[in-house]
């Protein structure tokens, strides 16, 4: 299915992704009560806030991973929360990128064909999708270790490797969450600094989840996330 049609020309200036009074429930646990925020398009957002606050649900929901319950979100300015999930799985897949935590990569898979992966499946032929994927071992200190497993990476290796398979198709969005949690200050620091690099080269709008202040540090700007809600701790530059 083709990507989901949304305005290039919202995508190239002002807000790009967008909350607007979201809330949603687990059950009866309530995880989102009323956050809202925007993301301005080229802009690296922090998002932080404790354990259990909710920021994780706001960056799924961001993403088209959970629909919310109630409120609004916007991608360029047309609603995705109201997508079907195969269009809000295609948003996904086109125009977006992510990085967890722990890299979730394919173990069955070499290194770079998990980079190449979001290129396969976007439809790209096997041998364009492994040569843009090898394009970027040099570019992240990665260099001759394009056919070893997750299981023969450190954890560095296997988070650049996963920062790689997030970029690797130019997305206009990467989302990523927590990822530097599972690594030394010195290696997430490194991590950080080839992702912001990256993303800027590119113009990546950056989604970035932590609760770590030095990994926010990286950020152009920064909201926290306390029991469901958004407070924001300096200024939109839309807005400002």
């Not at 897949?93 to 979730?104: A, T």
């Not at 950020?219 to 839309?238: C, F, H, M, N, Y």
């Amino acid at each position: 299915m083709s990507a989901v049609n949304v305005p290039d020309t919202l995508a190239s200036r002002g807000r790009l992704v967008e909350a607007r009074d979201v809330s949603l429930s687990f059950g009866q646990t309530p995880a989102l009560r009323g956050a809202s925020l925007s993301v301005n398009a080229g802009e690296i957002l922090a998002v932080m806030g404790p354990s259990g606050s909710g920021k994780s649900t706001l960056l799924h929901c961001l993403a088209g991973i959970l629909a919310p319950d109630s409120g609004e979100i916007r991608f360029a300015g047309r609603r995705i929360d109201m997508l079907r999930e195969q269009e809000r799985s295609a948003l996904r897949r086109d125009r977006f990128g992510f990085v967890f935590q722990f890299g979730q990569l394919v173990p069955e898979l070499s290194a770079e064909e998990n980079v190449a992966l979001p290129r396969l499946l976007g439809g790209v032929r096997r041998a364009e999708a492994l040569r843009d994927a090898r394009a970027w071992f040099e570019r992240l200190e990665l260099d001759g270790l394009e056919q070893r497993r997750s299981g023969e990476l450190s954890g560095g290796q296997a988070q650049r490797v996963a920062l790689a398979r997030g970029l690797v198709a130019r997305p206009e969005v990467l989302f990523a969450d927590e990822p530097t949690g599972s690594l030394d200050s010195l290696t997430g620091e490194r991590v950080m600094d080839l992702l912001t690099a990256a993303a800027r080269e590119q113009g990546t709008t950056v989604v970035l989840v932590t609760h770590e202040p030095r990994v926010a540090a990286y950020a152009d700007r920064e909201v926290i996330v306390r029991d469901g809600k958004v407070t924001t701790l300096s200024a939109d530059p839309v807005l400002a």
